[in-house]
Protein backbone atom coordinates (compact mmCIF):
# COMPACT_ATOMS: atom_id res chain seq x y z
CA UNK A 1 0.00 0.00 0.00
CA UNK A 2 2.23 2.71 1.05
CA UNK A 3 4.57 3.15 -1.71
CA UNK A 4 7.30 5.93 -0.32
CA UNK A 5 9.64 5.96 -3.38
CA UNK A 6 7.05 6.90 -5.51
CA UNK A 7 8.66 9.91 -8.19
CA UNK A 8 8.51 13.58 -7.89
CA UNK A 9 8.20 15.69 -10.70
CA UNK A 10 11.37 17.35 -10.16
CA UNK A 11 11.49 20.57 -12.35
CA UNK A 12 7.79 20.93 -13.51
CA UNK A 13 6.97 24.05 -16.15
CA UNK A 14 6.01 27.13 -14.43
CA UNK A 15 4.33 30.10 -15.84
CA UNK A 16 3.19 33.86 -13.95
CA UNK A 17 1.65 36.56 -14.20
CA UNK A 18 0.71 39.62 -12.21
CA UNK A 19 -1.98 40.19 -10.59
CA UNK A 20 -3.94 43.59 -10.17
CA UNK A 21 -3.00 45.24 -6.81
CA UNK A 22 -5.71 47.68 -5.28
CA UNK A 23 -5.11 48.91 -2.01
CA UNK A 24 -6.43 47.88 0.78
CA UNK A 25 -8.37 51.26 1.90
CA UNK A 26 -10.14 50.58 -1.53
CA UNK A 27 -10.66 46.83 -0.68
CA UNK A 28 -11.99 48.26 2.54
CA UNK A 29 -14.82 49.94 1.21
CA UNK A 30 -15.57 47.43 -1.69
CA UNK A 31 -16.05 44.04 0.20
CA UNK A 32 -17.54 46.34 3.56
CA UNK A 33 -20.37 47.39 1.32
CA UNK A 34 -20.68 43.74 -1.33
CA UNK A 35 -20.48 41.50 1.82
CA UNK A 36 -23.76 42.78 2.64
CA UNK A 37 -26.17 41.54 0.26
CA UNK A 38 -24.34 37.96 1.25
CA UNK A 39 -24.13 38.20 5.75
CA UNK A 40 -26.24 40.76 8.07
CA UNK A 41 -23.41 41.66 9.61
CA UNK A 42 -20.02 42.52 8.26
CA UNK A 43 -16.76 44.28 8.94
CA UNK A 44 -13.95 44.70 6.93
CA UNK A 45 -10.71 47.13 8.75
CA UNK A 46 -7.25 47.01 7.83
CA UNK A 47 -5.08 45.81 11.01
CA UNK A 48 -1.38 44.14 12.01
CA UNK A 49 -1.70 40.78 11.28
CA UNK A 50 -2.46 38.92 14.54
CA UNK A 51 0.04 36.66 15.14
CA UNK A 52 -1.10 33.19 13.53
CA UNK A 53 0.93 30.86 15.28
CA UNK A 54 -1.15 31.23 18.22
CA UNK A 55 -4.60 30.48 18.98
CA UNK A 56 -7.12 29.79 17.41
CA UNK A 57 -5.53 30.07 14.29
CA UNK A 58 -2.07 27.69 14.83
CA UNK A 59 -0.42 28.22 11.73
CA UNK A 60 3.60 27.78 10.99
CA UNK A 61 4.26 31.67 10.53
CA UNK A 62 3.40 34.67 12.58
CA UNK A 63 2.35 36.97 9.49
CA UNK A 64 0.97 36.94 5.12
CA UNK A 65 3.39 39.47 4.55
CA UNK A 66 6.43 39.28 2.16
CA UNK A 67 6.32 39.08 -1.33
CA UNK A 68 2.38 37.80 -1.19
CA UNK A 69 2.09 34.99 -4.53
CA UNK A 70 -0.77 32.77 -5.24
CA UNK A 71 0.44 29.26 -6.82
CA UNK A 72 -1.98 26.94 -8.78
CA UNK A 73 -0.12 23.84 -8.97
CA UNK A 74 -1.58 20.86 -11.18
CA UNK A 75 -5.44 21.00 -11.33
CA UNK A 76 -8.69 18.25 -11.59
CA UNK A 77 -7.71 16.78 -15.22
CA UNK A 78 -4.98 15.18 -13.43
CA UNK A 79 -7.62 13.58 -11.18
CA UNK A 80 -10.41 13.08 -13.84
CA UNK A 81 -11.87 11.02 -15.45
CA UNK A 82 -9.25 9.15 -14.34
CA UNK A 83 -5.97 9.57 -11.63
CA UNK A 84 -2.65 10.36 -13.02
CA UNK A 85 -0.03 9.18 -10.58
CA UNK A 86 2.85 10.38 -11.76
CA UNK A 87 1.89 14.13 -11.05
CA UNK A 88 3.35 13.88 -7.38
CA UNK A 89 5.42 17.49 -6.26
CA UNK A 90 7.06 18.88 -3.85
CA UNK A 91 5.96 21.80 -1.58
CA UNK A 92 9.64 22.52 -0.53
CA UNK A 93 10.41 23.72 -3.98
CA UNK A 94 7.58 25.88 -4.20
CA UNK A 95 9.84 29.00 -2.82
CA UNK A 96 12.85 28.31 -4.71
CA UNK A 97 9.68 28.66 -7.92
CA UNK A 98 8.38 31.65 -7.06
CA UNK A 99 11.26 33.38 -5.78
CA UNK A 100 10.53 32.89 -2.42
CA UNK A 101 12.73 32.17 0.18
CA UNK A 102 11.87 31.13 3.30
CA UNK A 103 8.30 30.66 2.12
CA UNK A 104 5.49 30.68 4.06
CA UNK A 105 2.79 27.75 2.33
CA UNK A 106 -1.28 27.57 3.10
CA UNK A 107 -3.76 26.28 1.02
CA UNK A 108 -5.57 23.31 -0.59
CA UNK A 109 -4.46 20.75 -2.15
CA UNK A 110 -4.42 16.43 -2.40
CA UNK A 111 -2.52 15.05 0.03
CA UNK A 112 0.28 12.89 -0.78
CA UNK A 113 -1.10 9.30 -1.36
CA UNK A 114 2.15 7.16 -1.41
CA UNK A 115 2.22 8.24 2.04
CA UNK A 116 -1.35 7.81 3.02
CA UNK A 117 -1.82 4.70 1.35
CA UNK A 118 -4.71 6.26 -0.35
CA UNK A 119 -5.92 9.34 -1.95
CA UNK A 120 -6.95 12.03 0.47
CA UNK A 121 -7.38 15.97 1.31
CA UNK A 122 -4.55 17.68 2.64
CA UNK A 123 -4.80 21.15 4.49
CA UNK A 124 -1.32 23.09 3.20
CA UNK A 125 -0.05 24.71 6.42
CA UNK A 126 4.21 25.18 6.02
CA UNK A 127 7.56 27.02 6.51
CA UNK A 128 10.40 25.89 4.39
CA UNK A 129 13.16 27.50 4.97
CA UNK A 130 16.76 26.45 3.17
CA UNK A 131 16.71 23.01 4.35
CA UNK A 132 14.57 23.19 6.91
CA UNK A 133 10.68 22.54 7.24
CA UNK A 134 8.54 23.34 9.82
CA UNK A 135 5.10 21.13 8.92
CA UNK A 136 1.66 22.03 10.69
CA UNK A 137 -0.20 20.35 7.11
CA UNK A 138 -2.97 17.96 7.54
CA UNK A 139 -4.21 15.50 5.41
CA UNK A 140 -7.75 13.82 5.93
CA UNK A 141 -9.43 10.30 4.67
CA UNK A 142 -12.10 8.57 4.68
CA UNK A 143 -11.86 5.72 7.80
CA UNK A 144 -12.75 2.57 5.29
CA UNK A 145 -14.82 0.92 7.61
CA UNK A 146 -17.04 3.59 8.94
CA UNK A 147 -16.89 6.27 6.81
CA UNK A 148 -15.71 8.41 9.25
CA UNK A 149 -12.99 11.19 8.80
CA UNK A 150 -9.25 10.47 9.97
CA UNK A 151 -7.40 13.64 10.44
CA UNK A 152 -3.42 13.88 10.87
CA UNK A 153 -0.69 15.92 10.98
CA UNK A 154 2.11 15.39 7.99
CA UNK A 155 5.59 14.85 9.95
CA UNK A 156 8.40 17.33 8.69
CA UNK A 157 10.13 15.12 6.39
CA UNK A 158 7.04 14.60 4.45
CA UNK A 159 6.32 17.99 2.08
CA UNK A 160 4.57 16.30 -1.23
CA UNK A 161 1.50 16.85 -2.65
CA UNK A 162 -0.72 15.51 -5.57
CA UNK A 163 -2.17 16.36 -8.56
CA UNK A 164 -3.69 19.43 -7.35
CA UNK A 165 -3.41 22.49 -5.10
CA UNK A 166 -4.25 26.51 -4.51
CA UNK A 167 -1.46 27.45 -2.28
CA UNK A 168 -1.17 31.27 -0.92
CA UNK A 169 2.45 31.61 -0.58
CA UNK A 170 4.58 34.57 0.96
CA UNK A 171 7.64 35.04 3.56
CA UNK A 172 5.29 34.81 6.37
CA UNK A 173 6.36 38.19 7.89
CA UNK A 174 3.67 40.41 9.97
CA UNK A 175 2.19 43.70 7.95
CA UNK A 176 -1.14 44.98 7.19
CA UNK A 177 -3.80 42.53 6.31
CA UNK A 178 -7.60 42.50 5.76
CA UNK A 179 -9.72 41.54 8.44
CA UNK A 180 -13.00 40.10 7.64
CA UNK A 181 -15.49 38.98 10.11
CA UNK A 182 -19.04 38.32 8.95
CA UNK A 183 -22.21 36.78 11.10
CA UNK A 184 -25.50 35.41 9.96
CA UNK A 185 -25.37 34.15 6.15
CA UNK A 186 -28.73 36.03 4.24
CA UNK A 187 -27.43 35.00 0.82
CA UNK A 188 -26.73 31.87 -0.82
CA UNK A 189 -23.07 32.17 -1.32
CA UNK A 190 -20.33 31.04 0.98
CA UNK A 191 -17.97 33.01 2.54
CA UNK A 192 -15.43 32.44 0.18
CA UNK A 193 -17.94 33.22 -3.25
CA UNK A 194 -18.97 36.31 -1.61
CA UNK A 195 -15.55 37.93 -1.37
CA UNK A 196 -14.87 36.73 -4.49
CA UNK A 197 -18.25 37.81 -6.43
CA UNK A 198 -17.64 41.26 -4.71
CA UNK A 199 -14.27 41.84 -6.48
CA UNK A 200 -15.87 40.44 -9.35
CA UNK A 201 -18.23 43.05 -9.85
CA UNK A 202 -15.99 46.36 -8.89
CA UNK A 203 -12.70 44.84 -11.05
CA UNK A 204 -14.53 42.84 -14.30
CA UNK A 205 -11.81 41.42 -16.02
CA UNK A 206 -8.86 42.73 -13.86
CA UNK A 207 -8.04 39.70 -11.39
CA UNK A 208 -7.67 40.19 -8.00
CA UNK A 209 -6.20 37.35 -5.76
CA UNK A 210 -6.55 37.15 -2.37
CA UNK A 211 -5.05 34.43 0.26
CA UNK A 212 -4.96 33.80 3.54
CA UNK A 213 -7.12 31.75 6.11
CA UNK A 214 -10.51 32.03 7.41
CA UNK A 215 -11.91 31.14 10.92
CA UNK A 216 -15.16 28.92 11.50
CA UNK A 217 -16.32 30.32 14.87
CA UNK A 218 -19.91 29.33 15.43
CA UNK A 219 -21.79 26.89 13.33
CA UNK A 220 -21.24 23.79 10.68
CA UNK A 221 -19.54 23.66 6.95
CA UNK A 222 -20.70 20.92 4.21
CA UNK A 223 -17.09 19.50 3.46
CA UNK A 224 -15.76 16.95 1.23
CA UNK A 225 -13.47 14.21 1.54
CA UNK A 226 -12.10 12.27 -1.87
CA UNK A 227 -12.01 8.74 -1.31
CA UNK A 228 -9.43 6.41 -2.69
CA UNK A 229 -8.98 7.02 -6.29
CA UNK A 230 -11.83 5.92 -8.74
CA UNK A 231 -10.98 3.06 -10.94
CA UNK A 232 -14.53 3.95 -13.49
CA UNK A 233 -13.72 7.02 -15.29
CA UNK A 234 -15.76 10.31 -13.69
CA UNK A 235 -16.69 12.41 -16.54
CA UNK A 236 -19.56 14.98 -15.05
CA UNK A 237 -20.35 16.63 -12.03
CA UNK A 238 -23.06 15.02 -10.82
CA UNK A 239 -20.52 11.26 -10.71
CA UNK A 240 -17.78 13.85 -9.25
CA UNK A 241 -21.11 14.35 -6.58
CA UNK A 242 -21.48 10.89 -6.26
CA UNK A 243 -17.79 9.85 -5.91
CA UNK A 244 -16.52 12.23 -2.98
CA UNK A 245 -17.64 11.71 0.87
CA UNK A 246 -19.55 15.08 2.41
CA UNK A 247 -19.69 15.73 5.86
CA UNK A 248 -21.37 18.11 7.83
CA UNK A 249 -18.45 19.64 10.05
CA UNK A 250 -18.49 21.46 13.38
CA UNK A 251 -16.90 25.10 14.14
CA UNK A 252 -13.99 25.38 15.41
CA UNK A 253 -12.70 25.11 11.79
CA UNK A 254 -9.53 26.63 10.63
CA UNK A 255 -8.96 27.09 6.27
CA UNK A 256 -6.68 28.23 4.44
CA UNK A 257 -6.91 28.98 0.46
CA UNK A 258 -6.64 31.18 -2.05
CA UNK A 259 -9.32 32.97 -4.19
CA UNK A 260 -9.29 35.40 -7.27
CA UNK A 261 -11.68 37.36 -9.05
CA UNK A 262 -10.68 36.51 -12.58
CA UNK A 263 -8.66 34.26 -14.49
CA UNK A 264 -5.93 35.49 -16.56
CA UNK A 265 -5.64 33.08 -19.26
CA UNK A 266 -4.16 30.38 -16.92
CA UNK A 267 -6.96 27.60 -16.47
CA UNK A 268 -7.20 28.67 -12.21
CA UNK A 269 -9.44 27.16 -10.26
CA UNK A 270 -11.01 30.55 -9.00
CA UNK A 271 -11.77 29.56 -5.19
CA UNK A 272 -10.28 26.61 -2.75
CA UNK A 273 -9.94 26.53 0.64
CA UNK A 274 -9.89 23.09 2.83
CA UNK A 275 -10.44 23.56 6.86
CA UNK A 276 -9.33 21.30 9.87
CA UNK A 277 -10.54 21.15 13.45
CA UNK A 278 -9.71 18.97 16.26
CA UNK A 279 -11.00 15.98 14.66
CA UNK A 280 -11.84 16.59 11.19
CA UNK A 281 -10.98 18.45 7.65
CA UNK A 282 -11.53 18.89 3.77
CA UNK A 283 -12.62 20.78 1.19
CA UNK A 284 -14.97 23.71 2.51
CA UNK A 285 -18.47 24.15 -0.04
CA UNK A 286 -20.59 26.69 2.63
CA UNK A 287 -21.79 27.04 6.07
CA UNK A 288 -24.82 24.77 6.96
CA UNK A 289 -26.26 26.80 9.85
CA UNK A 290 -27.04 29.96 8.20
CA UNK A 291 -28.07 31.85 11.37
CA UNK A 292 -25.92 30.92 13.54
CA UNK A 293 -22.40 31.34 11.54
CA UNK A 294 -19.67 33.37 12.10
CA UNK A 295 -16.72 33.68 10.65
CA UNK A 296 -13.34 35.43 11.28
CA UNK A 297 -11.02 35.82 8.57
CA UNK A 298 -7.41 37.38 7.62
CA UNK A 299 -6.13 37.97 3.77
CA UNK A 300 -3.12 39.56 2.14
CA UNK A 301 -3.19 40.55 -1.67
CA UNK A 302 -0.96 38.53 -3.78
CA UNK A 303 0.97 40.24 -6.57
CA UNK A 304 1.10 37.65 -8.89
CA UNK A 305 -0.14 34.08 -9.44
CA UNK A 306 2.50 31.44 -10.42
CA UNK A 307 1.04 28.45 -12.50
CA UNK A 308 2.95 25.32 -11.95
CA UNK A 309 2.43 22.49 -14.52
CA UNK A 310 -0.70 23.47 -15.91
CA UNK A 311 -2.40 20.57 -17.93
CA UNK A 312 -2.91 21.38 -21.49
CA UNK A 313 -5.79 19.05 -21.94
CA UNK A 314 -8.33 20.68 -19.74
CA UNK A 315 -11.76 20.37 -19.00
CA UNK A 316 -13.98 21.99 -16.05
CA UNK A 317 -15.44 19.05 -14.17
CA UNK A 318 -14.59 18.90 -10.75
CA UNK A 319 -13.91 22.68 -9.81
CA UNK A 320 -16.69 23.13 -7.29
ZN1 LIG B 1 -10.22 20.71 -2.35
Given at each position: M??M???????????????????????????????????????????????????????????????????????????????R????????Y????????????????A???????V?????????????????????????T???????????????R?A???????????????????????????D????????????????????????????????????P????????????????????????????????V???????????????????????????????N????????????????????????????
Open positions: KNAATVIENPPVASKSLFVPTLEELVKVLGSGLTSNFETVFVEIVDCPDLTKEPFTLACKGLGGKPRLVEIGGPPYLLPLVREKLYNMSIGKLTDVEPSFLIGAGGPWPYAGNCEMIINLEVNGGKVNNHTRISKVDKDGSCILERLPDTETCLLANIFCSEGKPGKVLRISCKKRIGKDFIASIRKSLQVQYKEKAVGLGGTFLLKEGKAKQHIMEFSTEPINTDEEVEKWLHFYNMSAPLIAVGTLSADPGLDLRLQHFHSFGHAEGGHYHIDTEPDVEYLGYFAVGEYIYRIDQPTDTHHVGRD
